[in-house]
């Protein structure tokens, strides 16, 4: 686990500034406090933090074949290394070093850009093909690991992290306006679009080639699931499931350095914590509560699940003086706002797990793979409603929308009457209707017809779906969409803030794909959420643990925290009309959101916390905020722009 970064002078060849790149490295040193490496190849620069997990002593980057032919920059790991070292080495390959990184050059040289096809792994990589004059940068099939990267007057700059792509010009970016309403509708921004003009980030299984002047952006993975052609049965799949899931835990315990558990009081981690038993222990689990206010706090559970599993438990508590203290260096950390507030929880669970390990193992995935939350049973059950007389459905629509507060069930009943799919799926995800989000902005802030939406940026993930059924074609788009761009985003930056690696063993390839392939009652079944994942669940863990239900920290603290603590500073970032965030909305269309949060009228506690973030954000990024003004308040001075 690592950041790189680096330059392509592609059109002009002009060597490129070795101050430059490493003045991109050092805003990474977070990432890789143990070394640290460059290249220089005329119009080629690599720069390379490293944490070191894997060949402590062998693996400095940037690495190359002897030849010095082909150059690797690698954030990640490669779980399957072992396995393709030794593929390489029957076709004549000779390598130099225990590290997994040294399998891509190698696989780059044997396979080309395919390579990527045959590596299970987390990566965002660098490749400079020395001979042919070629760069390729590319993202993980999964989308753990992150590239951005941005494009001007014929030079590319990326990098693991956006302050490195900022630090190569040392230019204050604009706001992109209609990204931030996608933002506020959607809790994230999806790839390849960021908050900032100009930066981009590569979408889960996509690459950069640039040669011949030219950058080209391309899907390498294009997994199209397909149904088994004999259906499995209930104990054939739990069996092939477990095999997988040990397979995939066994691989990401790989490491030279300590390793522990991010453990909740759910079902995911409890499973992850036995499979882990299996192949040692007893390990390190870590564990954040909220206080003694909250029923729903987890440590109870998790120390209940930490003792029946020997597990050593180590916990951290946050309370709502310390949440609103540390949202905005949070924020900073993230660089692109994410409206979950998992982050804050993870953001201190990471910093104390640093303390003992350098690898925490985390049990993210199964809520997205099998359908465990309430949006999946809409999508699962979505053709039923469809189907209703619209008389009836008509009468049920009226009757929901009367309801005090329910805003999850008002989206649904209106997101899946939609006909079109990926309109329908849009809706599903989305937190308010696009008329609502845009009602909130300022006239002339976003140009009608400007951008695109959610779908646009999966039109070429449409072949993939084409033989998924409904809810198999939603967990698609998840998985390949919000997934990547919001958990495994905020995982990622707040993990590596303390210099942790997380891995994600439940989104191994093997596992992903394997349950791509299975039928929606697989997953959910006669109402129940992740059935198959439960049943693998039963061979662990007690009944105890199995009937807990699942728990939401957003609507039990935060939602409490925006109702009664009106007067606390997150409340303050919404009602002050100086705030940064006037300059894109309506002051009075917010304090209306606000106050009918309050009274208890309505469920806005999601939106009103991606308000926040965006308050944070603003207030802690270099922004050019004269050029920001002038683009989306053109009739307005700044001043008036804010009241």
């Known amino acids: ?37 460059y290249l220089f190849d005329d119009a080629v620069g690599f720069g390379f933090r490293r944490l070191s997990i894997i060949d402590l002593a062998g693996g400095h980057q940037p690495m190359s074949d002897a030849e010095q032919t082909v150059w690797v920059i690698l954030n990640g790991e490669i779980y399957n290394f072992k396995e393709l070292r030794t593929q390489l080495e029957q076709r004549g390959h000779g390598f130099r070093t225990r590290s997994d990184t040294e399998v891509i050059i190698h696989g780059y040289k044997e396979w080309g850009t395919d390579v990527f096809n045959h590596l299970n792994g987390m990566f965002g990589v660098a490749i400079w093909d020395a001979k042919r004059k070629r760069l390729v940068v590319a993202r993980d099939a999964m989308g753990i690991k992150l590239i951005y990267y941005r494009i001007a007057d014929g030079q590319l700059s990326f990098g693991s992290e956006i302050r490195s792509v900022i630090a190569a010009d040392s230019y204050k970016p604009d706001v992109d306006p209609f990204t931030l309403k996608l933002f506020l509708q959607f809790r994230y921004t999806p790839s390849p679009l960021t908050l900032f003009k100009g930066v981009r980030k590569l979408a889960s299984g996509t690459m950069l080639i640039i040669e011949n002047g030219e950058c080209r952006e391309r899907r390498w993975y294009n997994y199209t699931p397909t149904p088994f052609p004999t259906p499995k049965s209930e104990e054939e799949a739990t069996e092939e499931l477990l095999a997988l899931y040990r397979g995939a835990v066994k691989r990401h315990l790989l490491s030279d350095v300590p390793v522990g558990i991010l453990l909740s009081g759910g079902l995911d981690s409890g499973l992850l914590l036995a499979l882990m038993n299996e192949n040692g222990g007893p390990w390190p689990a870590y564990t954040i509560g909220y206080g003694d206010e909250f029923e729903d706090d987890e440590l109870t559970d998790a120390a209940e699940t930490a003792r029946i599993l020997g597990a050593q438990h180590i916990t951290v508590k946050l309370d709502q003086a310390e949440f609103e203290r540390s949202l905005p260096r949070i924020v900073q950390s993230l660089e692109e706002p994410v409206a979950a507030s998992s982050i804050v929880p993870m953001y201190f669970v990471s910093q104390r797990a640093r303390q003992d390990v350098k690898v925490a193992l985390i049990g993210q995935g199964p809520d997205e793979l099998f359908g465990g939350y309430k949006r999946h049973l809409g999508v699962r059950y979505g053709n039923l409603w469809r189907g209703l007389p619209r008389p009836i459905r008509f009468a049920a629509s009226f009757a929901v929308n009367s309801l005090p507060r329910n805003e999850t069930l008002k989206r649904g009943v209106r997101s899946l009457a939609t006909e079109d799919r990926l309109e329908r799926y849009e809706n599903v995800f989305s937190l308010m209707s696009g ?46 969409s919000s997934l990547p761009d919001e958990l495994l985003m905020y995982a990622d930056k707040l993990s590596m803030v303390h210099s942790l690696e997380a891995r994600v063993p439940y989104l191994d390839r093997t596992v992903v794909e394997y349950v791509q392939r299975l039928g929606a009652g697989f997953k959910v079944r006669n109402g129940s959420r992740k059935w198959l994942h439960r ?109």
């Open 535 to 643: 049943k693998v669940c039963e061979r662990y863990l007690p009944a105890s643990v199995l009937r807990r239900r699942k728990r939401g920290f957003a609507v039990n603290v935060v939602d409490k925290w925006f109702r009664f603590s009106v007067n606390g500073k997150i409340s303050e970032a919404l009602l002050d009309k100086n705030s940064l965030l006037f300059g894109f909305l309506k002051p009075g269309a917010v304090r209306k959101l606000f106050e009918a949060h309050r009274s208890g009228s309505q469920d806005n506690h999601k939106l009103l916390f991606s308000l926040v973030m965006l308050e944070y954000w603003l207030r802690r990024t270099p922004l050019n905020w004269e050029r920001v003004v002038r683009q989306i308040t053109p009739t307005f001075a700044w001043d008036s722009a804010k009241k």
């Open 435 to 480: 008329e609502t989000i845009n009602g909130l902005f300022r006239d002339g802030a976003i140009s009608k017809g400007n951008g695109h939406g959610l779908s646009e940026c999966w039109r070429d993930l449409v072949p993939q779906m084409e033989k998924t059924d409904e809810l198999g074609g939603f967990q698609l788009l998840e998985i390949r």
């Open 1 to 37: 686990m690592c950041g790189i970064c680096g330059q392509f002078n592609f059109v002009r060849r002009e060597p490129v500034e070795p101050e430059t790149i490493r003045r991109m490295t050092q805003t990474m040193v977070h990432r890789g406090p143990d070394d640290e490496g």
